[in-house]
């Protein structure tokens, strides 16, 4: 398993501590995912969780740090869904063995909210 990976389990065990500087939240929700340098549009991801300031997915991507990426998911808050519009920079990739989609960390650098009935 990969050093990351490894990390990422022992900080979800409590056996390391958090270094995060905003909580995320655990969803698990389809997305869409774009990346213009990679000659993507649309393509679907699962995130896995999301914050303030960024998200973790999987996706079929052979994607590298540094790329930017647009994310569009919807989520259910105060019983109602909203479209979630966000741009951002992939800052961390896990790859995993053959046939497995990627892991995806990406840091926002702009996120808009829309409600999700609304194009």
């Known amino acids: 398993m990969p050093e990351r990976s490894q990390r990422a389990i022992d ?19 389809p997305a869409s995912v774009s990346c213009p340098t990679l000659n993507c549009q649309n393509r ?17 991507l052979d994607a590298f740090e540094g790329e930017p990426i647009s994310l569009q998911f ?8 909203i479209r ?10 896990e790859r995993f063995p053959r046939g497995a989609a990627t892991g995806i960390a990406v840091q926002f650098s ?3 909210m829309f409600p ?3 194009s």
């Open 84 to 93: 979630m519009v966000c741009d951002g920079e992939i800052v961390r990739v």
């Open 44 to 60: 679907l991801a699962i995130m896995r969780d999301v914050s303030t300031s960024g998200a973790f997915f999987y996706a079929e």
């Open 11 to 29: 900080i979800m065990r409590s056996v390391l501590e958090e270094e995060r500087g905003v909580s995320r939240v655990h969803v698990t929700v």
């Open 74 to 81: 919807v989520l259910s808050a105060f019983g109602k869904n």
């Open 110 to 112: 702009r996120c808009n």
């Open 116 to 118: 999700a009935d609304v």
